[in-house]
């Protein structure tokens, strides 16, 4: 059985056709039209029928970057990163449109789901799975079942308040992808040695200058891999999991980041929560929450064993 696994961001909208053992067969994506709910409905009908022009779908599953209704309609609430989206009958538009059912998580939540499906959670029995890209959001499997919270927000970690070097703020803008740049381009301006330059400057280019032996790259992955660090040891004093995945094109930087993060944590963790605590990056990369929506749509929908 195989079903259309969609997963829209406030950049990309990406679709994929997916089985219920996990297997992603194809995938397209293309960015997302900011034009408001219906267009972004009507990309998703087009990149279905360029993965199969026959439209043989069991169902939809869609990750969304919003807070969705516990009412059981999965109504979009608020989608903070998508203009227009407030208060939004998804699921209905989709089934219309496609004429399939249709269920949508979380993205946050899709991800843990993907990983603890098919990815670096398989086996394990709780999990936290931490994204860290442009923000920092996540979602956590407590006794084989996604932990959703009251509102279906539970993981939304990037709202932790950290000590930062102008007083407190959220943990994702002091150690997310435009955290990391913003850090880089003050030392530059304070004439630290680089051959990096300022204009345009992203953390992929950091990490990427890092690997090639940049001292203020160094430096700025170091202190941001200790900030990671201090969030993780929060969740994991928090949680109590069995291990966490650290994904997003921040957090999937293992070579360069888990060494520090590790030794955080060791630090300021609770002893025994930490004790053994695998802390590893996603195998799954960026198609983790599309096969965490992919999972959902087959257990809420009751089509598979998934």
């Known amino acids: ?5 969609v ?6 909208v990406a679709a994929a056709l997916v089985t ?11 960015p997302t039209c900011l034009e408001g709910p219906e267009a972004v409905v009507a990309q998703i009908a087009a990149l279905a029928r360029q993965l199969d022009p026959g439209g043989i779908f069991s169902a939809v599953g869609a990750a969304v970057p919003a807070a969705l209704a516990s009412d059981g309609t999965d109504r979009v609430l608020w989608a903070p990163n998508l203009p227009g989206w407030r208060d939004v009958p998804l699921r209905e538009m989709l089934r219309a449109r496609l004429g399939i059912p249709a269920c949508l998580e979380f993205d946050g939540h899709a991800a843990a789901l993907g990983e603890w499906w098919v990815g670096a959670g398989r086996g394990y029995h709780s999990l936290a799975s931490i994204i860290i890209g442009t923000g920092i959001g996540g979602g956590f499997i407590v006794n084989d079942a996604l932990w959703p919270g ?12 950290l000590a930062g070097p102008d007083g407190p703020d959220h943990w994702e803008n002091l150690a997310a992808g435009p955290a990391i740049a913003r850090r880089a381009r003050a030392l530059l301006a304070a004439e630290e040695p680089s051959a990096l330059e300022p204009e345009a400057l992203t953390a992929r280019e950091i990490f990427e200058a890092a690997r090639r032996g940049d001292p203020l790259a160094l430096r700025v992955v ?7 660090g201090q969030g993780v040891a929060s969740v994991i004093s928090l949680v109590n999991p069995e291990i966490v995945v650290l994904g997003g094109s921040v957090g999937q930087q293992g070579d360069l980041l888990l060494p520090t993060v590790q030794e955080t944590v060791n630090r300021w963790a609770q002893p025994i929560s930490a004790s053994g605590v695998p802390i590893v990056s996603s195998t799954l ?4 929450s599309l096969l965490g929506a992919a999972y959902s749509a087959f257990r809420r929908l009751d089509l598979s064993g998934a």
Request: proline share 2%; aromatic share 4%.
């Open 1 to 5: 059985m195989r079903l259309l696994a």
């Open 7 to 12: 997963d829209v961001g406030g950049t990309k």
């Open 20 to 30: 219920d053992r996990g297997e992603l067969l194809a995938k397209v994506q293309e």
């Open 150 to 161: 009251r509102d279906r927000l539970a993981g939304a970690v990037g709202w932790f308040p």
């Open 222 to 228: 170091r202190e941001a891999a200790v900030v990671i």
């Open 285 to 288: 990369g960026e198609e983790a």
